[in-house]
């Protein structure tokens, strides 16, 4: 960001990425009064309809990537793969987050290595680069476990479970550099988001306990429970310390397992996340809106929780077909479909929130 005065309604903010997340990170900067330019290579770009402008080009063409930069007050992004070749592209001084977080969290040993010196504890792990290294990370930190690719892998795309050392015979190395970890047993898992101003400000949300199938997540609850609750303020120190070793101003997510042996680490997120869609409504002042207030110099928007209890849960492939029986419910269900055109199996299509003043207990449930 040019200066640290806030940028006035009317600037442009830039978006490198297409999906869900831009779209309604794009929402939240129009609802301030602000332009919203994306950018991402051509294909279902969902963003592109919530923006002013879009830019379908590669990631390669620098002078596409000029052209965008060249309308943007600030650029930020909302996929954490986006090529650090595109990103240092863009003059520094536009882009928040500093990209030194995507360095980071780019790859899992990198990021891994990052918390561990912030006194964060993570499974145990080791870099896999040949078939070697696999069968002596499978000697050393044993099975089950979980061989995952260190860098471009999401929604548990890129990963391959272990069950046992027999089982390992039929995995060969990918060709690309992965870490092999071990399998955890956690009771459940939850992530802590939080939104940190430039002038170090940092603001958390509560902690959702989240579920995942296939390495997807598909359900947020709020009250998380006495296991999440007694663990998250553990969790919370890890997660605004790395914050502020980054310099991080935006909305920066950390997923952790809750275990017996209190919380794990599993991945950071230097972005808006999935479990937090539940803020659009449930809290204060939704993730959206809060990075986009951090990226602009705008005062943050408190975090509290509006309703006792919450339940987000993705729409999921052909699920999106018949969504909108969902606003046929008693309740307050908050309905959010991205558009995406072609409903695929395990796809994120959309998610619903529902919200009530009554905690589960009183419900019944
Ligand atoms: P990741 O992409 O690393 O966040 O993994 C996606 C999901 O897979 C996690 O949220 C967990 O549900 C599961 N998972 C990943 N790593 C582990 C692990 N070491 N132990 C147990 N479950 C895991």
């Known amino acids: 960001m040019a200066g640290t005065a806030p940028l006035p309604p009317g600037s442009t903010i830039g978006i490198l990425g297409g999906g869900q997340l831009g779209r309604m990170l794009a929402m939240a900067a129009v609802q301030l009064g602000y332009r919203c330019v994306g950018y991402a290579p051509a294909g279902d770009n969902v963003a592109a309809s919530a923006c002013d402008d879009f830019f379908e080009n590669g990631w390669g063409d620098n002078a596409a990537l000029a052209a965008f930069a060249s309308q943007c007050d600030v650029v930020t992004w909302e996929f954490e793969n986006v090529p650090l070749s595109a990103v240092e592209s863009i003059p520094a001084n536009l882009l928040v987050p500093d990209p030194k977080a995507l360095k980071v969290a780019q790859d899992r040993l990198n990021e ?54 027999h089982e390992a015979e039929g995995v060969r190395f ?92 599993n991945e950071m997120a230097p972005r808006v996340h ?34 006792a209890s919450i339940d987000m849960r993705n729409i999921v492939g052909e699920d999106a077909l018949s969504a909108h029986e969902i606003l046929a419910e008693d309740g307050e269900p ?31 449930a």
Request: charged content about 25%.
């Open 112 to 165: 891994k290595r990052f918390v561990e010196e912030l006194r964060a504890k993570c499974a145990p792990y080791m870099r896999v680069e040949s078939d070697d290294d696999f069968a002596r990370a499978l000697e050393r930190v044993g099975t089950p476990g979980i061989l995952k690719t260190a860098r471009d892998g999401y929604d548990g795309k890129g990963q391959w479970r272990i069950a046992s050392v």
């Open 174 to 265: 990918p060709g690309q550099a992965c870490i092999y970890e071990g399998m955890v047993n956690f009771e459940t898992e939850f992530s802590v988001i939080l939104a940190r101003a430039a002038d170090g400000t940092v603001r958390m949300w509560d902690s959702s306990a989240n579920t995942h199938e296939g390495g997807m997540l598909v359900h947020s609850v709020l009250p998380a429970g006495p296991v999440v609750e007694s663990q998250v303020g553990a969790a919370r120190e890890i997660a605004e310390k790395t914050a502020n070793a980054l310099n991080y101003v935006g909305v920066l997510t950390l997923e952790f397992f809750a275990t017996a042996q209190g919380p794990i680490f």
């Open 274 to 307: 999935n479990s937090g869609h539940w803020t659009i409504e449930g809290a204060a002042t939704g993730q959206f809106e809060n990075h986009i207030r951090a990226i602009c110099g705008l005062p943050l928007g408190g975090t509290e929780t509006r309703f």
């Open 334 to 364: 908050h309905l959010h479909l991205y558009g995406k055109r072609e409903a695929r199996a395990g796809r994120k299509m959309g998610h619903v929130t529902r919200v009530s003043h009554k905690t589960p207990s009183q419900d019944g």
